[in-house]
């Protein structure tokens, strides 16, 4: 096939982990076939896959290397706020999106944790 998705040569020490700072993406609130698009969407990303509009776009308000996965399901938008870093995808928090702007107390949750993490990265010596 060619989706990458399913990309039978790729092996788990290729594959960068997923670290979830914030949300959850069960059923519910999302339905399975939501559940399932977001895990193969992640599962690309672990790949180093890049994604684009409409599925993805940039958050340059929350920091470099951070973007928004868009996910519409069963009348609900969904944002899953995400940062690409060497060593991993981190998921910075899922949040059912109500406005066209995303919210200023999102945005600062985000860089919040964001900032957090890189912190505990540093001290570890990872970053």
């Keep these: ?3 990458p998705t399913y990309d039978s040569d790729a092996s ?3 594959e960068k982990p997923v670290v979830w700072l914030s949300g959850r993406v069960k059923s519910p609130p999302f339905s399975n076939p939501a ?3 977001v895990g193969n969407l992640l599962r690309r990303l672990q790949r180093g896959e ?3 509009m409409p599925r993805s776009r940039p958050m340059p308000a929350i920091g470099r290397g951070c973007y928004e996965l868009r996910i ?3 009348g609900r938008d969904w944002r899953i706020f995400y940062r690409v870093s060497p060593e991993a995808i981190i998921v910075l928090d899922v ?3 109500a406005t066209r702007q995303t919210p200023r107390r999102v945005l600062e949750g985000c860089r919040r944790r964001l900032d957090l993490y890189l912190c505990s990265q540093d001290k570890r ?3």
């Design 95 to 97: 949040v059912s999106k």
């Design 50 to 52: 890049r994604l684009s």
């Design 72 to 74: 519409s399901n069963e």
């Design 125 to 127: 010596g990872i970053r």
């Design 12 to 14: 788990p020490e290729t």
């Design 35 to 37: 559940r399932f698009l």
């Design 1 to 3: 096939m060619s989706d």
